[in-house]
């Protein structure tokens, strides 16, 4: 079963910041939490990932809560390209090459 | 450098056939698992490969099988397919360390008649 909860869907402005949020209540300290999208029947893309610090990359930000607990995926101008699942999956830094994967949130932009 | 690639991207069997498909990693990945995507049951992992050797497995039936060629290129066979397993077949590829991120390829649709 996937660790963590996200809400089901999402709207969001073209042009405006996309803030999804994730909540991993059980996550553990060897845990990362990893973010990938998949556009209609594409395979999932890559987003970005951390342990404990915010982290920022040319697509996206990371904010991870002091406790580790929650998480919010900023897509800081979002756009109609963004519209997409995005799926929050906390995986052991030390564990298998096997992601689980939850429902997800399904965002749409709007133009 | 090139993504990870897949082929075929659509196939259409019938029940009781077999299937083979293919998965050529991102150059220098040694490692590629493999999942099943259905409308159902969502994303799930079904195994991966490491070195030419079944590291991980998912909850799968043994008509789910796959190999590992010694260039990382990996194929995963399914048999005596069933209605159920038509799906959206995916690869995911990466260096094989317990930290080290997954990239997928595009998919390959199978659909059981």
């Known amino acids: 079963d996937a660790k963590t909860t996200q809400p089901t869907s999402m709207d969001c402005a073209e042009g405006r910041a996309a803030n999804l949020p994730c909540n991993h209540s059980t996550i553990s300290g060897n845990e990362y939490v990893y973010w990938y999208r998949q556009i209609h029947s594409q395979g999932p893309q890559y987003i970005i990932h951390g342990l404990k610090n915010n982290e920022t990359n040319e697509m996206a930000s990371l904010i991870i809560t002091e406790d580790r607990k929650s998480s919010t995926l900023i897509l800081p101008h979002a756009t109609l390209r963004d519209t997409a699942v995005y799926y929050c999956i906390v995986k052991e830094i030390q564990g298998a090459q096997k992601l689980v994967f939850g429902q997800g949130t399904r965002l749409t932009i709007n133009p | 450098k090139a993504g990870v690639t897949q082929t075929p991207r659509y196939l259409i069997k019938t029940r009781g056939q077999q299937v083979t498909l293919s998965c050529s990693p991102i150059?220098?990945?040694?490692?590629v698992s493999w999942y099943q995507q259905t409308p159902g049951q969502g994303l799930q992992f079904l195994f991966e490969?490491?070195?030419?050797?079944?590291?991980n497995k998912g909850n799968f039936p043994g008509r789910f099988s796959g190999r590992q060629f010694s260039n990382s290129r990996s194929e995963m066979n399914v048999s005596t397919l069933e209605l159920g397993d038509s799906a959206l077949y995916l690869c995911a590829s990466s260096l094989g360390g317990a930290g080290d991120t997954q990239y997928f390829g595009p998919g390959t649709r199978l659909t059981v008649l």
């Open positions: 490969y490491f070195s030419e050797t079944q590291r």
């Open positions: 150059s220098g990945h040694r490692s």
